[in-house]
């Protein structure tokens, strides 16, 4: 049960009004500090970023304050087909459209939430017509007769705000505002990544498919031996069977990684918007990376600045913030003031004469009293979803390390696999080419040269396989230190995130 006590004040004399809102005002602070709830107070606590140990993974890999990803970072793989992939997708790419979107809706409700710390003003003039009671206070010739009832006013109220629910309110909305932004640069890094991954799947498909090339003419070429071969008496019908039956299966993996690369294409031209017949415009990938591996010796706390997800979680926890603020000041009394004036006259003779004019002013005063415990629950819940907002921010902050940890112990991996996959290929081919010789010689059988064929083959997938994984991680740790953003360009620095600075 609510009991709102309201004090209304017409056409009020001066001392009057003074002296109501000085009984106001101090009604105010008494009950304002006696209803202020206790025990209810944010719990969680914002992770310290400098504190956190980054671990060897990064501290190794550590350049300068000054590192940071490209804004187009995806041009180190030095292909102009890609970089225009990227570009189309992050112009037409309807996610990030709806993102951007979302920005606009929050800046329009964030105007909105300005409107409460402003006067507001609004006129009206209402024109009746009306026959007048003989048996009411009208006098003759008004009457029994028939005039028109004429009133015209601007009206004024204005909320003083005296304990800055309605400033919190807007600055919890300006902080959305920051983070729709944030989400929407989110969106796009992830949509860069997106495109710059398929990319990479694309090129390792088209070295797949050359792999599968060579492979199948390595089989028809084997078949080919083993059958004159058997013609001049040198080997049998099981040396030829076991030479054929390879080769269908070599044209069925072949197959396969075509289709893979027709998908991969239209992936890629849904990426950037289009329809599917634009991606067999896709030319083959010309992919190359030199870029050395490198993070900026601020990590962790440089990810606060640069990686949007990070700022999201940050802005919406100051959000949460300025809402305890306003669920608090909710318990303080609210003070009004309206006040009207305008003209009032029966007919149109004397309706802006000085006669009629007519003005008012009405301060209110509305405090709780009896609210059945409704405002400590609302306090409560958006305290509790404080908290689970600062938890966030804590997760997403670990996740972000954790991402680039991970990214950088892969590429140093990497690097030392690509070397030893680069050196037993060309042993593998070695052992591959002396067996074929052998075996046109007579010196060998066919199982030498397959299993040395087979081996090749391996190890070709297997360079492959890395040199593509290689250029994928390089993309996620571009991702993972959160693309180009400039530090701090896109995001206002925020707010330290307290448990007690709601």
């Given at each position: 049960?609510?009991?709102?006590?309201?004090?209304?004040?017409?056409?009020?004399?001066?001392?009057?009004?003074?002296?109501?809102?000085?009984?106001?005002?101090?009604t105010t602070l008494l009950n304002g500090c006696a209803r202020l709830p206790v025990g209810i107070s944010p719990k969680a606590r914002a992770m310290n970023a400098g504190a956190l140990n980054a671990g060897s993974a990064i501290r190794e890999t550590a350049t300068s304050e000054a590192f940071q990803p490209a804004a187009d970072w995806w041009k180190a793989y030095g292909d102009p087909q890609l970089d225009r992939l990227v570009k189309e997708a992050t112009a037409g790419n309807p996610s990030l459209r709806i993102a951007q979107a979302r920005v606009a809706q929050a800046r329009f409700l964030?105007?909105?939430?300005?409107?409460?710390?402003?006067?507001?003003i609004n006129a009206s003039a209402i024109f009746t017509r009306e026959q007048f009671s003989e048996n009411h206070f009208y006098r003759p010739p008004y009457a029994g007769a028939t005039y028109w009832n004429n009133q015209a006013t601007i009206d004024f109220s204005y909320e003083l705000d005296l304990w800055g629910k309605n400033r919190a309110v807007l600055a919890s909305a300006l902080d959305r505002v920051l983070v729709a932004r944030a989400e929407a640069r989110e969106i796009e890094l992830g949509l860069q990544t997106a495109v710059v991954r398929t990319y990479v799947s694309l090129s390792l498909n088209y070295n797949l498919r050359?792999?599968?090339?060579?492979?199948?003419r390595q089989r028809e070429e084997t078949l080919s031996i083993t059958e004159r071969r058997l013609a001049a008496g040198l080997a049998t019908g099981i040396e030829r069977s076991q030479a054929e039956t390879p080769v269908p299966a070599a044209c069925a993996e072949l197959e396969r990684i075509e289709e893979t690369i027709v998908l991969l294409r239209t992936q890629l031209s849904v990426l950037t918007g289009k329809g599917p017949g634009d991606g067999e415009m896709i030319l083959r990938p010309a992919l190359s990376l030199h870029s050395a591996i490198g993070v900026p010796s601020s990590l962790p706390a440089d990810l606060?600045?640069?990686?949007?997800?990070?700022?999201?979680?940050?802005?919406?926890?100051?959000?949460?913030a300025e809402n305890i603020k306003a669920a608090k000041a909710a318990f303080y009394p609210n003070i009004n003031i309206a006040a009207f004036i305008g003209w009032q006259a029966i007919g149109f003779s004397k309706f802006f004469s000085g006669t009629s004019l007519m003005h008012g002013i009405s301060p209110a005063l509305s405090l709780p009293i009896f609210e059945g415990g409704r405002l400590r629950s609302q306090l409560g819940a958006v305290t509790a979803q404080y908290d689970m907002a600062v938890e966030a921010y804590n997760q997403t902050l670990l996740q972000a390390l954790r991402e680039v940890s991970d990214q950088l112990v892969t590429l140093r991996s990497l690097d030392k696999q690509r070397t030893e996959a680069l050196r037993a290929k060309k042993l593998a081919e070695s052992a591959y080419g002396i067996a074929l010789r052998a075996y046109r010689g007579g010196l060998t059988d066919y199982l030498s040269v397959l299993n040395a064929q087979n081996q090749t083959l391996v190890e070709a997938s297997r360079t492959a396989q890395i040199e593509a994984r290689r250029l994928d991680s390089h993309a996620m740790l571009m991702q993972a230190l959160g693309g180009g953003t400039p530090a701090e360009a896109d995001f206002l620095p925020g707010r330290n995130i307290r448990a007690d600075k709601p």
């Open positions: 049960m609510k009991s709102s006590p309201e004090i209304s004040f017409n056409a009020i004399t001066k001392p009057a009004l003074i002296l109501s809102l000085a009984v106001a005002a101090a964030a105007s909105g939430a300005k409107a409460p710390l402003l006067p507001e050359d792999i599968a090339k060579t492979t199948l606060l600045g640069r990686r949007p997800d990070v700022a999201a979680q940050r802005w919406r926890a100051e959000a949460e």
